[in-house]
């Protein structure tokens, strides 16, 4: 009897017999902002259906954030790398950034910073407000870590205006 108190003499041939059927569902799920790695969302009445035609259970999703190329995520602060040739660390610049966010046209959103005169390989330099959104619609920060290009020095006449450079900058080649 199944725990029903009767004795059925026939199956359904939908169930046959469970007083279940099997189907696939894909529920519209919004992922709310702040939603860090780890943490469950629940969408009632989405899971499995109780045995005696019992209510159906909640269905449990624990969230997973797929690494961006570009991006890391620590905490809610955001890090990034951006490459500067020489002339941007020895003067400072300018630097468009392209953020995750996108604006309402769907395309994504840009800053411009400045790099500081005399920046090195591994500044960091901290944008307040343009990391991760946090349940509370705050957001943690942006931080870009600059990488130094520096190119192949290929000709006589490049090697003299390095050489050049280094002496009046008093910056001696040999240690």
Same mark, same amino acid.
């Given at each position: 009897?199944? #725990?029903?108190?009767?004795? %059925?003499?026939?199956?359904?041939?939908?169930? &046959?017999?469970?007083?279940?059927?099997?189907? +696939?569902?894909?529920?519209?799920? =919004?992922?709310?902002?702040?939603?860090?790695?780890?943490? +469950? *969302?629940?969408?009632?009445?989405?899971?499995?259906?109780?045995?005696?035609?019992?209510?159906? #259970?909640?269905? *449990?999703?624990?969230? /997973?954030?797929?690494?961006? &190329?570009?991006? $890391? *995520? /620590?905490?809610?602060?955001?890090? +990034?790398?951006?490459?500067? /040739?020489?002339?941007?660390?020895?003067?400072?610049?300018?630097?468009?950034?392209?953020?995750?966010?996108?604006?309402?046209?769907? /395309? !994504?959103?840009? =800053?411009? =910073? +400045?790099?500081? !005169?005399?920046?090195? $390989? #591994?500044?960091? *330099?901290?944008?307040? #407000?343009?990391? %991760?959104?946090?349940?509370?619609?705050?957001?943690?920060?942006?931080?870009?870590?600059?990488?130094?290009?520096?190119?192949?020095?290929?000709?006589?006449?490049?090697?003299?205006?390095?050489?050049? %450079?280094?002496?009046?900058?008093?910056?001696?080649?040999?240690?």
């Amino acid at each position: 009897c199944k #725990g029903f108190g009767k004795t %059925f003499t026939e199956q359904c041939p939908s169930c &046959h017999g469970t007083g279940k059927v099997e189907k +696939t569902e894909a529920p519209t799920v =919004i992922i709310p902002p702040g939603c860090t790695p780890g943490s +469950t *969302l629940r969408v009632k009445g989405k899971g499995n259906v109780g045995d005696g035609g019992a209510n159906p #259970g909640d269905l *449990l999703i624990r969230v /997973n954030v797929i690494p961006d &190329h570009d991006f $890391a *995520l /620590n905490g809610y602060d955001l890090e +990034t790398v951006r490459t500067i /040739n020489i002339a941007q660390a020895l003067l400072g610049g300018k630097r468009e950034i392209t953020l995750l966010d996108k604006d309402d046209s769907g /395309n !994504p959103k840009k =800053i411009k =910073i +400045t790099i500081p !005169p005399g920046s090195s $390989a #591994g500044t960091r *330099l901290r944008v307040p #407000g343009k990391g %991760f959104i946090k349940g509370d619609g705050q957001r943690g920060d942006l931080y870009i870590v600059l990488d130094l290009e520096v190119p192949a020095v290929s000709s006589e006449q490049e090697r003299q205006i390095v050489e050049d %450079f280094a002496s009046k900058m008093k910056m001696p080649l040999d240690m």
